[in-house]
């Protein structure tokens, strides 16, 4: 008995193993920005101008390529300001500020350049008008947001302790919850955030803090002559006539001479903590 052949089983088709697709080494696509410099031109009056204010859309001037004196123009229909280089059929339009301003948009090229050539213009020597320079403006803005948000900070990062010091100098009113102090402090850092942020690293808003304390806890006394010790009477600081008592201090202890008061006074009020 002839023995049966077995058949193998078919091979398996052979799988082809899946790429991702390359990508690019950065993980973000380039953005590309049109510049928008040049896509408004603001004009303005020097001084005056009133609600309205007309220029003269026909001047002569001198034309540094040819030498010559020639007519300049505004006619919104042609491409050229030069009156030579017009067509017979171009038709003047006036050119108008109002409100002491003239914008030019892009499209309006050749009203743009006949402001620009315009011996009016600062530019060219002259005092009626002259390109406005928002630039410093949107500086000194954003600069300034940018300090009243650093000044925010400060009052909802810094350590309680210091933010006392700051609102002891301010004369805000420390026996409120933290709370209240926290939102008359939000005022200062807003109405005024570059000195605000000054005074956390001014070392007489420290000293003027502890002087403060000790004075309300009755380690010193301040009389119109002098600072003394609330304890025995001595006196610690002559004041002079007219002069606050704890500027006088906060000065003295910011001395060399001072240095020894100033760490007697932090010591009395370690003591009471």
């Known amino acids: 008995m002839s023995q049966a052949k077995t058949k193998s089983a078919p091979a398996a088709p052979k799988t082809t193993k899946a790429t991702a697709p390359k990508t690019s080494s950065s993980r ?26 007309k220029l003269k859309s026909e001047i002569p001037v001198y034309d540094r390529q040819t030498g010559k004196v020639r007519q300049i123009r505004y006619c919104p229909g042609e491409s050229s300001i030069f009156k030579d280089e017009q067509s017979d059929a171009s038709v003047r339009s006036h050119v108008v500020f109002r409100d002491g301003l003239l914008s030019v948009p892009e499209e309006k090229a050749n009203l743009r350049d006949f402001l620009y050539a315009h011996p009016s213009n600062a ?7 002259r390109v406005l320079d928002n630039t410093k403006h949107y500086e000194a803005e954003v600069d300034n947001e940018f300090l ?8 909802r990062n810094k350590e309680l302790d210091e933010i006392l010091s700051v609102a002891l100098a301010l004369n805000i009113n ?3 919850t933290t709370l209240e102090i926290r939102r008359e402090l939000l005022k200062e850092a807003k109405s005024n955030p570059e000195n605000f942020i000054r005074m956390f ?11 403060i304390q000790a004075k309300d806890f009755q380690i010193i006394s301040m009389k119109n002559d002098g600072a003394y010790w609330f304890d025995s009477g001595n006196l610690i600081l002559s004041v002079p006539p007219g002069q606050d008592p704890i500027d006088i201090l906060v000065r003295y202890c910011l001395t060399e001479k001072g240095t020894t008061l100033y760490e007697e006074i932090l010591a009395r009020l370690e003591k009471l903590s």
């Open 28 to 53: 973000f696509t380039p953005i590309k920005k049109k510049s928008v410099r040049d896509s408004l031109v603001i004009f303005e009056i020097i001084k005056g101008g009133g609600i309205v204010c």
């Open 123 to 129: 530019a060219n020597g002259g005092g009626l008008f």
């Open 148 to 155: 009243v948000h650093d000044a925010v900070a400060l009052v």
């Open 174 to 176: 420390i026996q409120q």
């Open 201 to 211: 690293d001014d070392p007489r808003v420290k000293v003027r803090s502890a002087i």
